[in-house]
């Protein structure tokens, strides 16, 4: 099929909720995309920051291919092999990152819902109703993952949301001090703020916060949807600053393509009762497999370290771009942001002409999340890229 023929088609049926660049991605391997015209991309966005190990990594579609054979889809009403062994290996990783002594790790279907599970169980745990999250933040458009996302945009059609979220300053701990009190929960934060602009906060920030939320009885609850997972040179972004939250959420990359999402928490927290939450698909051994091979390939790879070393390079060529253009370079690792002194959608526009397919943070931050894998030649060609464009 050719671009007329698919989005005619998609455009009749589509909701209209997602809003659509006029391309056909039609297949993709490693960090680059091809379009139904037979166009090649670099891909900057790691399709919305899932594809961390690249698209359809060897280990991660051998590991689909072999289970599909064998079980695909089958709740956790039951115990199951891929389950319990991706049980441990995640543990395995989330344990000496955050420095848990033992992690309890509940399975679900998207980052979204990772975030519902996550003020669920702190409320439930707590038997308080308040939730603290951070202006510019983004957690999610169900309703519960809604009320903690900060934009109005996204908010105000669907009011009212859940009650009993307030949102204060990212990185202002008397910000945070003032809104957490004796109902407070939980308090949920990005490391880096991903959709918000491509903001990290600081180490005292952190320090401060986990000292907070102990002093005061909240839980402290860490997004690392897209963060996780070595996009930030680290396991999970939170080793940058030795932080030990209470509860951590992923998404995106650790389901190697498929739908996943993973609430995890200190075991010394507890669990949930039987019948208080869980979902059809959640920790389905398809997608357990697959997420087992992504932890595999992280691990022979040594993506996380990749990611800080590319990560950092790509951040200096970037910042030493000779153009006004540029206020600001920032990120972690291999998420980083370039603000612009103007809008970023012509710059996309004129990007995916020139064969780069990034993502905006906002009205005029540039967000490249390429796949860890990507090599060092393409990363210097979206810098020139860049440059031609801010020229
Ligand atoms: N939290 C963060 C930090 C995210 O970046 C996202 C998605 O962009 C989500 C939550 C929601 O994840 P999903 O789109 O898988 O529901």
């Not at 519902?116 to 309703?143: C, D, L, N, Q, W």
């Not at 389901?255 to 928490?265: D, E, F, H, K, R």
Request: glycine content about 12%.
């Amino acid at each position: 099929m050719n671009y007329e023929e698919i989005s005619t088609l998609e455009s009749t049926y589509t909701s209209g909720g997602v809003g659509r660049r006029p391309v056909a991605i039609v297949r993709a391997s490693g960090a680059r995309l091809w379009d139904s015209e037979g166009n090649e991309y670099i891909d900057c966005a790691a399709s919305q920051g899932w594809a961390n190990v690249g698209h359809s990594h060897p280990a991660v579609v051998a590991a689909i291919q072999r289970q599909l054979q064998i079980y695909v889809a089958g709740q956790e009403s039951s115990f199951n092999d891929q389950r319990a062994l991706w049980m441990q290996e995640l543990a395995g990783v989330l344990q000496p990152s955050l420095n848990w002594d033992g992690c309890v790790i509940h399975p679900s279907n998207s980052g979204t819902e990772a975030n519902e599970a996550a003020i669920k169980f702190a409320r439930y745990i707590t038997g308080r109703p308040g939730i603290v999250a951070a202006k510019r933040s983004f957690h999610g458009r169900t309703m519960g993952a809604l009320s903690l996302t900060w934009n109005p945009k996204y908010r105000k059609p669907f009011e009212p949301l859940v009650p009993g979220v307030t949102h204060a300053t990212f990185d202002d701990i008397d910000s945070f001090a003032e809104a957490v009190g004796d109902d407070t929960a939980a308090v949920i934060i990005e490391i880096v703020q991903g959709e918000g602009g491509v903001f990290p906060g600081s180490g005292e920030f952190f320090r401060a916060l986990r000292q907070l939320c102990t002093e005061r009885g909240a839980l402290l609850i860490v997004d690392e949807i897209q963060t996780g997972v070595g996009r930030t040179g680290r396991w999970l972004a939170c080793e940058h600053f030795g932080l030990s939250p209470d509860v951590v959420t992923l998404g995106k990359s650790i389901g190697g393509g498929l739908p996943m999402g993973v609430t995890a928490w200190r075991s010394e927290l507890g669990r949930l009762k039987p019948g208080l939450h869980g979902s059809t698909f959640g920790g389905n051994p398809l997608a357990c497999a697959a997420s087992r091979a992504v932890i595999q390939v992280m691990r022979d790879e040594n993506l996380p370290a990749r990611a800080d070393r590319l990560g950092q390079e790509l951040r200096e060529n970037l910042a030493a771009l000779p153009t006004q253009k540029i206020r600001q370079v920032r990120g972690l690792g291999l998420m980083v942001g370039v603000e612009l002194r103007g809008k970023v959608t012509p710059v996309l526009q004129q990007l995916i002409q020139r064969g780069v397919w990034a993502l905006p943070a906002g009205l005029n931050v540039l967000r490249l999340l390429p796949p860890l894998v990507i090599q060092e030649e393409d990363l210097a060609r979206v810098t020139a890229v860049i440059g031609e464009v801010l020229a």
